[in-house]
């Protein structure tokens, strides 16, 4: 029995990890596309078919890199730095559900890795700790930028923390359950009996809040200050060569597919397709239609993460502080306590 | 033995190593990293009771918030070497070797002499009130009052944090 | 309970595991030629002046600790708003003076100006 649990959980964290790196070689490639079509260039087209070998080719190139460590660094905790970043960005992808069960070999799977009480909570908790890995590797690396844009980042990572942390309690409010799966049951429903029931138009503010935090915790632009170049050099990782580099590279990407995928579960109702459970399919066919839905709703967010970032310019760092401590936690604040008169007034 | 005791043994012979390194370390920020980790066994200590609750906050909280300050405060004072702070704090060290003493005597003495009184886990009911839940449920009926004094704790915590860090911030 | 959580323990192991291996797959194929300019730390091509470890500014060390303080805030709020249609009207109330209470610490910061960053 044992056993067996532990070879399908291997099986799932196999195919979701390589799953996630293949999508993070592709997400790197298509945000280079996107980049170049905004500011009407070309972008990458020469490596295999349009260009979709770019991505493949820098890895190996970062592989064969020679890996630089400075005399003045820290060297222990230099090489651990990206390790820190790199699993704390795989491993937060254990709870998100991924479609609803299907029956493969005669037995039922449920499609998510971990279907634990905690769920949310635990995405907030690994989240928390990729910190470090910046910190750590400002700190270590014994240079000016490195420390300065550790400091910031870490700083500017705390601050969003604090308010995607309560921009989702409308949502719990509104489901009653911390697990994931039950969030995304919970909007299979219909309002008015045609409107799906999701957080999104259940729990606007906290909808736009999150999303917003969600942005600063992944450092993408506009608040990717922790590496602004014209200020920083590379900020954290000024210091940093080879596949060093490349695992903090790969977990920002993979550190925003997970964002997406959180954004999805919690207010874009998860795997559901609306409707679809009146056309009438067969069970195997529809659990492959919801995990297909949870792919295409992901990449959605992934493309709208793209598109900001090429849009926008970048905060100030008072800007972005303000932001974060005068006016995102108080509207979070506000909501919950909103959330809680109207569903009072409800039942 | 089952799956929780291998688990508890485990996590339990990370839990001791992390600390011993954590002391020994000269290195504050090496120091801290393995109190991170000693953190880390101490939430999977809590799930082999079931805590889950508990176990994900240890995380949240500890290793994610407040290691996060201890890091920083390392760092701000530039503690490269922990020799600076060894200096003044010879009495100080007396004074925690003999609280550590005391404490392990005490811990020795309930677990040799007055181990029926040790409340003993009930499988099937820890499961159902280690839960999100449950922990709501008792903690905004049973114990609102402890809930409500935090608060002000808190509010303190914060006023405190203030006056100490305003000389500088002027 | 306990079989729940196993596959998170794996993930995470998984997880480091990757980054291990990665970072040493690197040291092994990458090339070696270390030279006394390669081994500097890097400020914009200027000779480095000290080392970076210098004491900095306490607002990252104020930020820090009003995280931890709202950070156990919202961790209160976690099994309330989970609980929250059993409790009702009643838990609503006291979570709403717990609130108050801590917006009064907010304020407080605030007109302090712990909070302005120039």
Request: aromatic fraction near 12%.
């Amino acid at each position: 029995m044992a056993t067996e649990i532990v070879l399908i959980s291997l099986l799932k964290i196999l195919v979701v990890v390589l799953t996630i790196l293949t999508c993070v070689v592709f997400l790197v490639y298509i945000e280079r596309r996107v980049s170049a079509f905004v500011q009407n260039r070309v972008g990458p087209n020469r490596t295999g078919p349009y260009g979709l070998l770019q991505t493949v080719a820098d890895v190996v190139k970062l592989l064969m890199k020679e890996d630089i460590v400075p005399r003045n660094a820290y060297k222990a905790i230099h090489d651990l730095a990206p390790i820190i970043s790199i699993g704390v960005a795989l491993s937060t992808f254990a709870v998100i559900p991924i479609g609803d069960t299907i029956e493969l070999f005669g037995r039922q799977i449920k499609l998510i890795i971990a279907d634990v009480n905690v769920g949310i909570l635990y995405i907030l908790a690994i989240t928390s700790l990729g910190v470090y890995g910046i910190t750590l590797a400002g700190w270590s690396s014994n240079n000016k930028y490195s420390l300065l844009g550790g400091l910031r980042s870490s700083a500017q990572l705390i601050s969003y923390e604090l308010s995607m942390g309560l921009s989702i309690v409308g949502v719990l409010m509104v489901s009653g359950t911390l697990q994931l799966d039950k969030i995304v049951q919970h909007q299979t429903t219909y309002l008015f009996g045609w409107l799906p029931a999701w957080n999104m138009f259940l729990q606007p503010i906290g909808f736009i809040t999150f999303v917003t935090a969600a942005f600063a915790e992944t450092n993408r632009l506009p608040f990717d200050l922790p590496e602004a170049e014209p200020e920083l050099v590379g900020g954290y990782h000024t210091e940093y060569t080879g596949l060093k580099f490349g695992l903090f590279f790969l977990a920002e990407y993979a550190n925003m597919i997970t964002a997406s995928a959180v954004i999805t579960t919690l207010f874009l109702g998860g795997w559901h397709l609306p409707y679809v459970e009146y056309v009438g399919l067969s069970s195997f066919i529809l659990s492959l239609v919801y995990v297909g839905t949870f792919c295409v709703k992901v990449a959605a967010v992934m493309m709208f993460f793209i598109i900001i970032r090429w849009t926008l310019p970048r905060f100030r760092y008072d800007q972005l502080m303000n932001l974060g401590w005068k006016l995102m936690l108080p509207i979070t604040i506000i909501n919950v306590l909103l959330t809680g008169i109207v569903l009072l007034i409800l039942h | 033995m089952n799956v929780e005791t291998i688990f508890f043994y485990l996590l339990g012979a990370v839990f001791v190593g992390s600390a011993l390194m954590m002391v020994t370390r000269r290195n504050p920020v090496i120091a801290a990293l393995y109190l991170i980790l000693n953190f880390f066994c101490l939430a999977g200590i809590y799930l082999t009771l079931h805590a889950q609750f508990i176990a994900v906050i240890q995380i949240l909280v500890y290793a994610g918030a407040i290691m996060v300050l201890f890091v920083f405060v390392i760092m701000l004072l530039n503690l490269s070497d922990e020799r600076r702070l060894s200096e003044a704090i010879s009495f100080k060290k007396i004074v925690a070797g003999g609280l550590s003493v005391a404490l392990l005597l005490e811990l020795l003495y309930i677990f040799v002499y007055r181990k029926t009184d040790l409340p003993t886990l009930n499988a099937e009911r820890s499961i159902e009130i280690g839960t999100v839940e449950s922990i709501g449920r008792h903690l905004f009926t049973k114990f609102l009052f402890p809930f409500e004094v935090t608060s002000i704790l808190l509010l303190a915590a914060i006023v405190g944090a203030v006056v100490l860090a305003k000389r500088r911030l002027d | 309970m306990l079989e729940h959580y196993l596959p998170i323990f794996m993930m995470i192991l998984g997880g480091v595991l990757f980054g291990i291996v990665m970072v040493k797959l690197n040291e092994w194929l990458g090339p070696r030629r270390p030279t006394e300019e390669k081994l500097t730390t890097y400020e914009s091509g200027m000779e480095p002046v000290r080392t970076a470890r210098e004491r900095f500014s306490v607002k990252f060390y104020m930020v820090a600790v009003l995280f931890i303080l709202f950070d156990i805030e919202v961790v209160f709020m976690y099994p309330w708003a989970v609980a929250f249609r059993e409790l009702g009207i009643i838990g609503f109330v006291s979570m709403t003076v717990f609130i108050l209470i801590l917006l009064i610490g907010l304020f407080y910061v605030w007109r302090k100006g712990a909070l302005e960053w120039d």
